[in-house]
């Protein structure tokens, strides 16, 4: 079980690829908080079929992704078939091998491997810098450098790239931390080459969401993406693709993605605790119990994957507003 959905294992992956379900749950989780106190209706459905949507639009492509189909009475089906939204997909399972922890992460583990696992690795696609983007606090740190970013100057909030950035982050840490690419080789056992097909690969899907979202007027300002190695060693994509959770989108110069509630918890003390707290020892103990959101918000961010997922899949799965009407709602809420 994830913090915002829950696998059930249907076969195990072994020396061939595994099956399972991803069940979307009406969760969601900020700051790397874990399970938040309220729930998001009808969240998990809209999620499954975007990410349905984009998975199918990867097939088109050719690029390869663990995407089986929806399930809906016992049957796999493709989105088209649905007779109502669902929140269980069916995928390919791959191996997910953890590094060891002892003076910091031992990542022999997943080298020694050659095919069937997760890559350990989170790829990060940026295609704007919006307010709010960890790059800012990095830049500041000086971890990282506008030269990087293919940029003359520091840039600012809002800014839009001319050229997507591709980043690293890893995964399978009990905090996340960005890295450079060839740390990336180093733990995850890809070679020079591989990582170069992996970040055209992100680039690709990327493009695809980009072009897909600007349909119904949505702006792909940033999204994180996950690969696995099958059992002949080729790269896929896997987990989740193209929804308001795993990207960065804005509507009319409003965010619509997770980050409307991230938006929503930086205006409050327990999100200064987390500031202040955060990746010490039993930093999500300390800083407590977060506040719920108010009921207006959480209706209103509910019609927001719904509308989002209507417009996107161009199936009429929710009885929502437009997207249109749903956001001018939202600029009203988060604006208060």
Known sequence: MGSVKDLVVLKKPEKELGVGRFIFSDRYSVFDYGEMPDKID?????????????????????????????????????????????????????????????????????????ANYLIPLEVVYRNVLPEGSSIFRRLEEGIITPEQLGLKEMPKPGQKLEKPVIEASTKLESEDRYISWSEAMEISGLNEEEIEELKSIAMRVNEIISREVSRIGIVNEDGKLEFAFDEDRRLMVVDAVGTPDECRFS????????????HYYRKTEWYEKIKALKG?????????????????????????????????????FFEVESLKEVVKKLKEQVSE
């Open 42 to 114: 009808y969240k998990g459905k809209a999620l499954c079929m975007i990410s349905a949507y984009f998975f199918e639009r990867l097939e088109e492509e050719g690029i390869a992704n663990h995407y089986i189909g929806v399930v809906e009475n016992g049957r796999v089906k493709r989105l088209d078939e649905l007779e109502k939204p669902g929140n269980v997909m069916q995928i390919e399972l791959v191996r997910v091998l953890k590094p060891t922890k002892k003076n910091g992460y031992d990542y022999s583990p997943i080298v020694a491997e050659r």
């Open 251 to 262: 509507f009319e110069g409003i965010e619509i993605s997770k980050e409307v509630l991230r």
């Open 280 to 316: 010490q020892p039993r930093w999500r103990e300390k800083v407590g119990v977060p506040p719920k959101l108010p009921e207006e918000l959480k209706r209103t961010v509910s019609e927001m994957y719904m509308a989002c997922c209507n417009e996107l899949t161009g199936i009429r």
